[in-house]
Structure formats: structure tokens, C-alpha cells
């Protein structure tokens, strides 16, 4: 069955795909969200890769180097075994600065016999808009293109470079090396120095990983899943990406394809929350800083989202000139949805803020900048909660009032009120203590529908949201709040398809949904784990994780029939909800160690 079935390396600046057979199917470069040098996941005919190709005698496996981010792929044929430790440079340099070049390493390692490989080297650079010319120098293999604009990339080996671009066969006798960069080396590498920087890479990732608590269950689970989120985060800025990707469809042959190589205020903030809760202040304390350099003027809305570099204007382009996925078109560049207005994202935002300044309030930096942004999101929801918005799904074209986005605008309140107190400012709390109770009223009024005994998507809807299941992780409701708990199985009743999740059933601008949004089904194990249907709960957890792909990672949707992953990838949201639902369950098991400890 065709699956996503590849690995993520990266260095927090950029990222590459790499498939279950060692081909480099996906990589922009200098940074996540530049053009594409390789895009074969997005038209295998012209998309270009950097492939490594054997025999059919070969078997080949794939697994990560053990708490880090390093790729290894073993081809092994009886006596003739090597392997391929792909990685993209990250580490602390002699000045103590991250080095992170905009470049990946694939160092080749002899383990055995005489193996043989050929190499397919196919850089198309620019989204393989127009050609790309390679050719052969005195030192390194340099790929350019004229066509769009002018671009380059640098292939530096120690094998012979001619056998590599013309695919001859070659021998592996020693150790040996790729090296892809942007830019051109001023110091010639060798094996012994790219060997060095795979080690380095490997102890900054082993030393990274020491940070994540560890965990009697789905240990492995949340520290690849940790991973995998902290190679989403982009270090410049400290904007962390919704997926890698761009145009993964949600559907195969449909046009729900977009481009999530941006941070949403949304989804980065969800992540900095659980990746704060698992240790990782550094990550946190740039993602706050991101959001005030964001936020110059203090009546200023946030957007939904920015560009990783804080770029405000996304414009949404297609790519015609490139298949898709699977002949899923358009392929999309930027993102017109950066203009859409979603008032949930203010109450995300707040309760980030929130949390970190609960977990690090000795030592939190930008105490003044935060107390202010805090005002801000005040004053902005004070005047906006009441309207329409497109809600936590971008419903492309009308506005409503969306639950998700009427509690979060509570939250909001309720956090900025928690965050005053910690600050000892209460000068404005009785003010904002009343508007709380205002919105909060007005939800159970407006949302609750009595026929369908639940929570539903928008005021005077009948129609069930995955989404609504939040209210209880964001502190609205009680878990065992009669309501909440109806509104729970109503929701698995209705949204549930042989375990996974819809988002909502109802028709949007595309027709009806036809996939299941990761994320959704983690969401409802949660409810149920707090709901007390524990049992229930980790019975589809388990069945959730076995979906995952050969290496542990999801993407943002699952087809419900075939199992087969779908949408952008990796997919932070996953990744995040997969954490949440592990810690619960292995703190459940804490609790209940300590009880049985007490009744002997």
C-alpha cells in the first residue's frame, strides 16, 4: 500500500523527507519555507530526488539512531552490508553558537563484505519550474538553474564524481560521504570531519532528548514525537511550523491541498505548551519572543498566522507545471488563509503565555512585554468576542458563531486574569472577572442543543465539531459535567468511523470531508480518558498508534478505510495530541502504582 512512508531529518532551519528505500523526496533549501530542490513527492517524473539504488537482492530497513534525529537505512544483501546515516548538522561550536548549516549529510557506512549502490542525483531547483544544469568541478558537483531566478546547490563526496552523476555502480569498500549544501565550502570536506559532525549532531540530540522526562509508558513514543516537534521549530525566529510539507492532500485526487511550511498562532502555540510541559524552555521562551516582536502596537490583532521569518502577507500561488501527490492538484505555495479572521486564537495564545509563566515564573523573560500583550488580547476580545469568524477549520466562506472560538475567547479572559494575579496586577480584575461570566453564560445559553444532548459546532447548530471536545482540556467545563460528558458520546457516535475521527460531517467549501483529522481521534481519547472510560480510551490509543508509519510519525490525516496516511507531514498537531494522550495514560499508571503501593 502506498504510505507516507518516509523520515524527517532537519536542523531547526530546514528539513528534509527521506523514503523507507533512502531517497530524498522532499528538501527546500536554505530555510523550511524556500523553494524546493528536491520535490518527488510532489511529481515524481520532475520533481527531482537524490536517490540511492541497489539490487532487488538487497533487503533494506530504516530506523532513527536512538533519541536523535539521525536517519540510518541498512541495505544488506547476505555478506554485503552498508548503511546510510543521513542527518542535516546541528551542534554547539567552539563559541558555543549553533552551527546549523543549509545542508544534509549522508555518510555512508561500510559494515560488511562489498556492497554495491548506484546514486541517483537529481536536484530541480526553484519547484522545478524550469531546467536545472549540473556539472562536474575540480572539487564538487554544483547544480544551477537561470530559468526563474538564479539559484545553486553543492554536492560535495568522496566518492568518484563522475560515477555519481552518471549512475555507474559503485563499490563500498570504506567510509564515505555526501555532503548537499547551499552554499559553497570554503574548507574542503573529508570523511573523517563529516564522521565528526555526524557525532556532534548525534550527542546535541542525545543531550536535547535527556531534557524530556522519561516515561514507564510510550516512552519511545513521546521522545520521537518530541523530536519531531522540536524539528518543526525554526531557530531564527522562534516560529515553530504546522508540517514540513506543502500540498500533501487530504484526500487523494482532491483539492484540499495546502501549504503549512508557516506558523500558525493556533498550532505553535498548542505545541510550545506541551513541549514547555515536557522541560523545553528554550523552545518556549523564543516562540514568546516571536509573538512580541509580532505585536508592536498594543491594539494591534494578531493574524492566524505568519511566515517562520514574520512575514505578514502569505499570497497563495499554484504551481501548475507540477502533478501533486498521487496527481493531487494544485500544488500551493503560501497560504491565503494567513487573512481569515479566527477569534479562538487569542484564548490559545493567553493560556501559553499562561502556562509558561506558571512553570518558569522565577526566571521568565519579557515579564513587561507579556503583562502588555496580556492587555492587549484583553481590549481585542472585549470588542470583537461577539462577532462571526471563519473558526478553527478555515471555513473558506461564511462566518459563524463558532463554539471553539467563543470558549476560547473565555479563556482568554479567564487566562489574563490568572496571569494578573501572578503579577500581582489587579487593578483591572473586577472588570474582567464580569466579562468572563459574560461569555461563559452566553456559551451554554447559545451552544448547547438540547435534541442532539450536546455541545455543537456553532449557536443554533445541530451539527457535532471534534473540536468542542477542548472545552474541558481548556478549563470550561468539568470532566464530569453531565454536558460535557453527553457531549462526548454523542460526538464518538456521530463523528466516530471505526475509531477515527472526523472533524465535523457537515458539507464546507469542499463538499462533505472524506478523511480522518489526526488529531480529532487523539482529542477524543482524551475525553474519554477524563471521562473515566479509561479502558475505552487506551484500546483505541493503542489501535491509533499502530497507524503511525514505520518510524512512529503521522501526518495530519488518516483515510478511513485503507489506514494510509494523508495531509502535510510530519504533522505538528499529531505530534502534540499523541504527547498529551501518552502522559495521561502514564501518569494514570503513576497513580495507580502509588494507590496499590498503599493498599499492601
Given at each position: 500500500m502506498d504510505n507516507l512512508d518516509y523520515g524527517i531529518i532537519g536542523n531547526c532551519r530546514s528539513a528534509a523527507l527521506i523514503s523507507k528505500t533512502g531517497a530524498i523526496e522532499w528538501c527546500c533549501l536554505p530555510e523550511f519555507d524556500s523553494s524546493s530542490v528536491f520535490a518527488k513527492i510532489l511529481d515524481e517524473r520532475i520533481g527531482g530526488s537524490f536517490e540511492?539504488?541497489?539490487?532487488?537482492?538487497?533487503?533494506?530497513?530504516?530506523?532513527?539512531?536512538?533519541n536523535t534525529a539521525v536517519l540510518i537505512t541498512r541495505f544488506s544483501n547476505k555478506g554485503n552490508v552498508f548503511e546510510i546515516h543521513d542527518f542535516m548538522p546541528r551542534y554547539h561550536d567552539e563559541k558555543g553558537k549553533y552551527h546549523a548549516p543549509p545542508e544534509l549529510v549522508r555518510y555512508v557506512k561500510h559494515i560488511k563484505g562489498k556492497p554495491v549502490f548506484r546514486v541517483l542525483y537529481d536536484p530541480k531547483l526553484e519547484y522545478a519550474q524550469g531546467e536545472t544544469e549540473t556539472y562536474v568541478k575540480d572539487d564538487f558537483i554544483v547544480s544551477l538553474t537561470k530559468t526563474v531566478k538564479f539559484d545553486t546547490v553543492f554536492l560535495y563526496t568522496s566518492f568518484n564524481k563522475n560515477a555519481v552523476l552518471e549512475g555507474q555502480e559503485i563499490e563500498v569498500t570504506k567510509n564515505g560521504y555526501f555532503l548537499m549544501g547551499y552554499n559553497e565550502k570554503i574548507l574542503q570536506p573529508t570523511t573523517r570531519k563529516i564522521y565528526l559532525d555526524l557525532e556532534r549532531t548525534k550527542v546535541y540530540w542525545l543531550n536535547w532528548t535527556n531534557k524530556t522526562p522519561t516515561y514507564k509508558k510510550y516512552n519511545q513514543e513521546i521522545a520521537r514525537s518530541a523530536i519531531t516537534l522540536k524539528l518543526l521549530s525554526y531557530d531564527k525566529t522562534g516560529a515553530v511550523l504546522a508540517a514540513?510539507?506543502?500540498s500533501l492532500p487530504e484526500t487523494i485526487g482532491e483539492v484540499r491541498n495546502w501549504d503549512y511550511r508557516f506558523c500558525w498562532i493556533r498550532d505553535a502555540s498548542m505545541v510550545i505548551k506541551v513541549m514547555g510541559g515536557l522541560g523545553h524552555k528554550n523552545v518556549a521562551r523564543r516562540y514568546l519572543q516571536f509573538i512580541i516582536d509580532l505585536m508592536p502596537d498594543k491594539d494591534e490583532k494578531l493574524q492566524i498566522m505568519y511566515g517562520i521569518n514574520k512575514e505578514k502577507e502569505l499570497?497563495?500561488?499554484?504551481?501548475?507545471?507540477?502533478?501533486?501527490?498521487?496527481?493531487?492538484?494544485?500544488?500551493?505555495?503560501?497560504?491565503?488563509a494567513y487573512e481569515q479572521k479566527q477569534n479562538d486564537i487569542y484564548g490559545i495564545l493567553m493560556d501559553v503565555i499562561h502556562a509558561q509563566l506558571v512553570k518558569f515564573n522565577t526566571d521568565i523573560e519579557n515579564g513587561e512585554e507579556l503583562w502588555g500583550i496580556t492587555k492587549g488580547i484583553v481590549w481585542i476580545v472585549s470588542r470583537h468576542w461577539k462577532e462571526r469568524d471563519k473558526g478553527i477549520w478555515e471555513f473558506r466562506t461564511e462566518d459563524r458563531h463558532f463554539t471553539f472560538s467563543k470558549v476560547l475567547c473565555w479563556v482568554a479572559i479567564d487566562r489574563a486574569v490568572k496571569v494578573a494575579r501572578i503579577l500581582k496586577k489587579t487593578g483591572k480584575l473586577e472588570k474582567w472577572l464580569l466579562l468572563e461570566k459574560e461569555i461563559k453564560a452566553d456559551i451554554y445559553e447559545n451552544a448547547w442543543n438540547g435534541e442532539v444532548n450536546a455541545f455543537t459546532q456553532s449557536y443554533g447548530s445541530s451539527h457535532l465539531d471534534a473540536s468542542v471536545l477542548l472545552m474541558e482540556s481548556y478549563g470550561f467545563i468539568e470532566a464530569k459535567h453531565p454536558k460535557y460528558v453527553s457531549t462526548v458520546k454523542a460526538i464518538g457516535k456521530d463523528l466516530s468511523n471505526d475509531g477515527l475521527l472526523y472533524r465535523y460531517k457537515n458539507e464546507d467549501d469542499f463538499g462533505l470531508p472524506s478523511s480522518s483529522f489526526t488529531i480529532c481521534t487523539f482529542w477524543y481519547i482524551n475525553s474519554l480518558f477524563k471521562i473515566g472510560e479509561v479502558e475505552k480510551a487506551r484500546e483505541h490509543f493503542e489501535k491509533l498508534l499502530s497507524y503511525s508509519n514505520h518510524l512512529g510519525l503521522f501526518s495530519e490525516d488518516i483515510d478511513f478505510k485503507t489506514k494510509r496516511l494523508l495531509g502535510n507531514f510530519p504533522q505538528a498537531y499529531s505530534h502534540l495530541a499523541l504527547i498529551e494522550c501518552a502522559v495521561?495514560?502514564?501518569?494514570?499508571?503513576t497513580e495507580e502504582r502509588i494507590l496499590e503501593s498503599m493498599r499492601d
Open positions: 540511492i539504488q541497489v539490487s532487488d537482492k538487497y533487503t533494506v530497513k530504516q530506523r532513527y539512531k536512538k514540513a510539507t506543502t499570497t497563495e500561488e499554484t504551481l501548475d507545471h507540477l502533478s501533486g501527490y498521487k496527481g493531487s492538484k494544485p500544488v500551493r505555495i503560501g497560504n491565503a495521561n495514560f502514564s501518569t494514570k499508571d
